[in-house]
């Protein structure tokens, strides 16, 4: 299985970004998906997660009512819709999959890991 991530890049805070996250591998639909970030000498946290149906989805506190998740699982893609973006937010954004169907924050519960791609908000 492999994950890509793309959409990372330079905005000003207020602005918006929209990062995706390309799936290679079979059962795409069987994966829960998360998205995960990582600022310099910080640990990696959970921003957002998605069940295999898109049924289910949960946020981090800190992105609630400005993040949203989404999968398309016709394209074995999963989004993740950034508005009113703050300084705060710059990290290395990370895709991940866990190959059963319930969503986690947990990052050790996801055994694949994209490459990552950076987010940088100026203030």
């Known amino acids: 299985v492999q994950l890509v991530e793309s959409g990372g890049g330079l905005v000003q805070a207020g602005g918006s970004l929209r990062l995706s996250c390309s799936v290679s591998?079979?059962?795409?639909?069987?994966?829960?998906l998360g998205w995960f970030r990582q600022a310099p000498g910080k640990e990696r946290d959970i921003v957002a997660a998605?069940?295999?149906?898109?049924?289910?989805?949960l946020y981090a506190d800190s992105v609630k009512g400005r993040f949203t998740i989404s999968r398309d699982n016709a394209k074995n893609t999963v989004y993740l819709q950034m508005n009113s973006l703050k300084p705060e937010d710059t990290a290395v954004y990370f895709c991940?999959?866990?190959?059963?169907?319930?969503?986690?924050?947990?990052?050790?519960?996801?055994?694949?890991w994209g490459q990552g791609t950076q987010v940088t908000v100026s203030s």
């Open positions: 591998g079979r059962s795409f639909s069987s994966y829960a």
């Open positions: 998605i069940s295999w149906s898109g049924g289910s989805t």
């Open positions: 991940a999959a866990k190959n059963t169907p319930t969503i986690s924050r947990i990052h050790w519960q996801y055994t694949y």
